[in-house]
């Protein structure tokens, strides 16, 4: 099965640009459970890309197929990485549609950390939403109130490439619900959210800010005033 050989090949590629000297610090540094290969992300790139290349899988269904393996059956964090890449891959940019949010909630909420989350989210759910508002924005709303933290953490920060062409609106929407949540990832998400929107229109942050003065944390206020 051609996704089978991809993810073989991508899992040779890794050990061999295995840098055991690295690999515990990077580990310490992400706070992960899961080793690492001791590979940054320039190797690893220039590790998987020709085997992108080299073994394009056919449909969506091998792509997704390669994309959970790789994910689901990872013994180091550079194989998670991998997959990530393996989404972006361009020979895949069709697939980057309303389709593809069930793969991305499943990275995310099994990810569950900011290194994976941030990544799927500003690079791989939010030109999704700027390409498909309609079809898009009620889940990315619906998002903002799950259970889950690295979901709602997703629906405040997926807008973050956006400028002027961010949905205040939505952007105001998938705050709200996380206001009063004392969660640090969270907190640090809506402020991060304001900060890079401040760069195309500081008044608008500054206005929000002060219509919502009691109810954003110092975090977050903190954060998005930051550069102003």
Not at 80 to 97: K, P, S
Not at 101 to 114: K, T
Not at 211 to 224: G, I, Q
């Given at each position: 099965m051609v996704s089978d050989v991809l993810v073989g090949a991508v899992r040779a590629a890794l050990a061999e640009a295995?840098?055991?000297?690295?690999?515990p610090g990077m580990q310490a540094y992400m706070k992960s459970?899961?080793?690492y290969l001791g590979v940054p992300k320039p190797v690893r790139a220039k590790a998987v890309k020709p085997i992108f290349a080299e073994h394009v899988l056919p449909d969506r269904e091998s792509w997704g197929r390669a994309v959970r393996t790789l994910w689901h059956d990872a013994s180091y964090r550079e194989e998670?990485?991998?997959?990530?890449?393996?989404?972006?891959?361009?020979?895949?940019?069709?697939?980057?549609?309303i389709g593809t949010?069930?793969?991305?909630?499943?990275?995310?909420?099994?990810?569950?950390?900011?290194d994976f989350v941030d990544e799927i989210a500003s690079r791989r759910v939010g030109p999704i939403l700027l390409a498909d508002r309609r079809g898009a924005t009620p889940l990315i709303r619906a998002w903002s109130t799950d259970p889950d933290k690295w979901l709602r953490?997703?629906?405040i920060i997926c807008q973050l490439s956006f400028k002027q062409d961010t949905d205040l609106a939505l952007l105001a929407d998938v705050i709200e619900p996380n206001t009063a949540d004392p969660e640090f990832f969270l907190r640090k998400a809506i402020g991060w959210a304001l900060r890079q929107y401040a760069w195309t229109d500081p008044d608008w942050v500054r206005a929000y800010i002060g219509?919502?003065?009691?109810?954003?944390?110092?975090?977050?206020?903190?954060?998005?005033l930051k550069n102003l």
């Open positions: 295995a840098d055991p000297d690295r690999a459970t899961m080793p998670r990485y991998a997959a990530i890449d393996l989404t972006g891959y361009r020979a895949y940019r069709q697939f980057q549609d949010l069930d793969l991305y909630r499943e990275l995310v909420v099994d990810g569950a950390w900011w953490r997703t629906s219509a919502h003065e009691s109810e954003l944390s110092p975090l977050s206020k903190r954060e998005a």
